[in-house]
């Protein structure tokens, strides 16, 4: 059942591309600069559009610059907007493909060396993902998120930055923390240890893991814990 279904979302891809294909409507690409994001077009096409190739869910551009750094943002009228504007863009079929049954479309540069390896066999990748699930979230922990949780603090309660806690001193104090997931795994932890006699909290257990960090992850939970905590009179 599961080739079948693999089999199925590989040709609902290549139809949808084999048709944007043969419509031979021009892709301008995006870029920061221009006022209204596109590239200008004329009868004879522009030379810097992207062309993107796909296949079984991987997409490769030509290296223009087609996508931006912006993450975790929702295109669910991108397909709209480009049939407005005369066009399918390779965003729009990615869309497309994964909202009848595709969970993931990767689209990534064409032009830099073993960017395929890159993407599937490294936790970021270094493209573009499109996905009809929840690749990055923030949540509160459960018990299942132990694990990762002492993964992520391990190092810094070796190294003296936080104070070390037993596994049963986390479970028990697990309804206090936020993690946040990343494709499956705890890659940031924070908690907030509430003393509601005193009106007050403490702030602990802030770990991000070492390759996620500079990502803004622990700003991302302490802002969260404090605004969950906001009546709180000191934290």
């Given at each position: 059942?599961?080739?079948?279904k693999?089999?199925?979302?590989?040709?609902?891809?290549?139809?949808?591309v084999?048709?944007?294909?043969?419509?031979?409507?021009?892709?301008p690409?995006?870029?920061?600069?221009?006022?209204?994001?596109?590239?200008p077009?004329?009868?004879?096409?522009y030379?810097?559009?992207?062309?993107?190739?796909?296949?079984?869910?991987?997409g490769?551009?030509?290296?223009?610059?087609?996508?931006?750094?912006?993450q975790?943002?929702?295109?669910?009228?991108e397909?709209?907007?480009?049939?407005?504007?005369?066009?399918?863009s390779e965003l729009?079929?990615?869309?497309?493909v994964?909202?009848?049954?595709?969970?993931?479309?990767?689209?990534?540069?064409?032009?830099?060396?073993?960017?395929?390896?890159?993407?599937l066999?490294?936790?970021d990748?270094?493209?573009?993902?499109v996905?009809?699930d929840?690749?990055?979230?923030?949540r509160?922990?459960?018990?299942?998120?132990?694990?990762?949780?002492?993964?992520v603090?391990?190092?810094?309660?070796?190294?003296?930055a936080?104070?070390?806690?037993?596994?049963?001193?986390?479970?028990?104090?697990?309804d206090?923390?936020?993690?946040?997931e990343r494709?499956?795994?705890?890659i940031a932890?924070?908690?907030?240890?509430?003393f509601?006699?005193?009106?007050?909290?403490?702030?602990?257990?802030?770990a991000?893991?070492?390759?996620?960090?500079?990502?803004?992850?622990?700003d991302k939970?302490l802002?969260?814990?404090?605004c969950?905590y906001?009546?709180?009179?000191?934290?």
């Open positions: 059942m599961l080739i079948r693999l089999a199925k979302q590989s040709e609902i891809a290549a139809n949808y084999k048709v944007v294909g043969e419509e031979a409507i021009p892709s690409c995006y870029i920061d600069s221009h006022e209204d994001g596109n590239l077009w004329d009868e004879k096409g030379k810097g559009r992207c062309n993107a190739m796909f296949q079984n869910g991987v490769f551009d030509n290296g223009n610059g087609l996508w931006s750094g912006k975790g943002f929702a295109i669910g009228g397909e709209r907007l480009s049939r407005l504007n005369g066009y399918l729009a079929a990615a869309a497309y994964c909202r009848v049954g595709v969970q993931r479309v990767h689209i990534i540069d064409g032009t830099l060396g073993g960017s395929l390896l890159l993407e066999f490294t936790r990748g270094v493209g573009t993902m996905a009809s929840v690749y990055e979230g923030t509160s922990a459960r018990a299942a998120d132990l694990p990762g949780i002492r993964r603090i391990q190092p810094l309660e070796e190294s003296g936080l104070i070390r806690r037993t596994n049963e001193e986390l479970l028990k104090q697990l206090s923390f936020m993690v946040v494709d499956g795994s705890i932890c924070a908690a907030l240890i509430p509601f006699d005193n009106n007050c909290g403490e702030v602990a257990s802030i991000v893991s070492p390759e996620c960090r500079g990502q803004g992850q622990g939970l802002g969260m814990l404090l969950a906001c009546s709180f009179k000191r934290i």
